[in-house]
């Protein structure tokens, strides 16, 4: 069993920067490879970004690349996602995942955090 908790989120006009973090607990974090979704009210939750455990590979949504970096931190149990130049249209609740697999699926992530609702106004 994983646990995760998101935090960073907050609201932000466009143009700015936050950092999304997700904190993991329960078994070792680098078991496990990182995503990164989000959802708005109405439609699907949507692939943002994905890291490996080891951190060596990454993917990115076409619509963040440029814009937003995955990372993690398997010594803090911490997985991050670093978003620049945001634009209205990402506002979002913002989710983060784990699975031995990487995946950009998000059918394919067991374990999942509450949330945190990321705001960019215009």
């Known amino acids: 069993q994983v646990q995760l908790v998101e935090s960073g989120g907050g609201l932000v006009q466009a143009g700015g920067s936050l950092r999304l973090s997700c904190a993991a607990s329960g078994r070792p974090f680098s078991m496990y490879a990182m995503g990164w979704f989000r959802r708005v009210p109405g439609k699907e939750r949507e692939f943002v970004a994905a890291i490996s455990w080891s951190g060596r590979t990454t993917y990115n949504a076409e619509s963040v690349k440029g814009r937003f970096t995955i990372s993690r931190d398997n010594a803090k149990y911490t997985a991050y996602l670093q978003m620049n130049s945001l634009k209205p249209e990402d506002t979002a609740v913002y989710y983060c995942?784990?699975?031995?697999?990487?995946?950009?699926?998000?059918?394919?992530?067991?374990?999942w955090g509450q949330g945190t609702q990321v705001t960019v106004s215009s």
């Open positions: 995942a784990a699975d031995q697999q990487l995946s950009t699926m998000k059918g394919e992530y067991h374990y």
